[in-house]
C-alpha cells in the first residue's frame, strides 16, 4: 500500500462507494456469503465486515498482549500503521477498546488482558461498518463505552458500573459529533482515547499515560479528511510502517 495517497473507497476496484438508505441485498466478494447492506460500490462490489476485518484481529491482539505502553494512543497508532488495518473499517470497533484495555491493565489495571481482548473483539465486532452516519452511534465511542463495560464488569442488570458505561459512551459520542462530519475512523477513535483517559482517572483512579498534543499522521490515505478542522491535523504526510503484520 502507497500511505502518501489515498486508500481505496472499494477494496477491490477502488471506486466509491455508494450508500443507500434502504438496506439492500448484496454477496461478499470474499466469503460469498449473501447480506443485508447499505453500501456497495459504484461497480456493485461489497465486502462483509468479517472480511473487511479478518487480517486485522490477530494483528491486534497480538500486539496488545505483547505491549507494555500505558498510552493508548500510541498503541492505537501503532496498530492503524498495520497493513492488515485500511484507513476506515469495523476493525476500529475493536481497535479502540483494546488500546484502552491494554494501556489500562499496563497502568495497573486489574483485569486478565488476554480474556478482556477476546471479549471486546466479541462484542466490537457486533458493530456494523458504517454505524456512525446509519446509527448516528460512532463505533470508536461505543468501542470506549464496552471497553468501560469490560473494566467494572457491567451488566444490563447492573447499577453503578451501567451509568459509568453508558456515560463513558454518551461523553465519547458528544466528543466526536462536535466536529461533524463526514466520519474518519482516525479522528473518531483519538476523540474517543482522548476523553477516555481523564474518565478512567476520575472514575477508575487509573492513571493512563497520553501525550499532551494527539497527532494524525493518516491523513494523506483519507480522501475525506477535513484537513485544518480536525484538531489532529498535522500538514505532512504519513510514513508506511510494516512492523506490524
Not at 488476554?114 to 465511542?141: D, F, T
Not at 453508558?166 to 462530519?181: P, V
Request: net charge neutral; charged share 20%.
Amino acid at each position: 500500500m502507497n500511505s502518501t495517497e489515498p486508500e481505496k473507497a472499494c477494496l477491490i476496484c477502488g471506486k466509491l462507494l455508494v450508500y443507500s438508505q434502504a438496506a439492500l441485498e448484496a454477496q461478499c466478494v470474499g466469503c460469498g456469503q449473501k447480506f443485508t447492506t447499505n453500501a456497495k460500490c459504484e461497480d456493485g462490489h461489497y465486502i462483509c465486515d468479517t472480511c473487511h476485518s479478518s487480517k486485522s484481529m490477530p494483528v491486534i491482539y497480538h500486539h496488545c498482549c505483547t505491549t507494555e505502553s500505558r498510552d493508548p494512543y500510541a498503541i492505537a497508532c501503532e496498530l492503524m500503521q498495520s497493513p492488515a488495518v485500511h484507513m476506515h473499517g469495523p476493525e476500529h470497533h475493536v481497535l479502540i477498546g483494546s488500546a484502552l484495555l491494554t494501556a489500562y491493565h499496563n497502568s495497573g489495571g486489574k483485569i486478565h488482558l488476554p480474556e478482556a481482548l477476546k471479549v471486546m473483539r466479541q462484542r466490537g465486532s457486533q458493530l456494523p461498518g458504517g454505524i456512525c452516519g446509519l446509527w448516528g452511534n460512532c463505533g470508536a465511542g461505543v468501542s470506549a463505552g464496552i471497553f468501560m463495560s469490560i473494566i467494572t464488569g457491567s451488566t444490563p442488570l447492573s447499577g453503578a458500573t451501567w451509568r459509568l458505561s453508558n456515560l463513558m459512551t454518551s461523553r465519547c459520542l458528544e466528543s466526536i459529533a462536535e466536529f461533524g462530519g463526514p466520519r474518519c475512523c482516525k479522528r473518531d477513535g483519538f476523540l474517543a482515547i482522548k476523553t477516555a483517559v481523564p474518565y478512567v482517572a476520575t472514575h477508575c483512579n487509573i492513571q493512563m499515560e497520553l501525550p499532551e498534543k494527539l497527532e494524525c499522521h493518516f491523513s494523506s490515505r483519507n480522501r475525506e479528511c477535513i484537513k485544518k478542522q480536525c484538531p489532529f491535523f498535522v500538514d505532512k504526510g504519513c510514513e508506511s510502517h510494516d512492523s506490524l503484520h
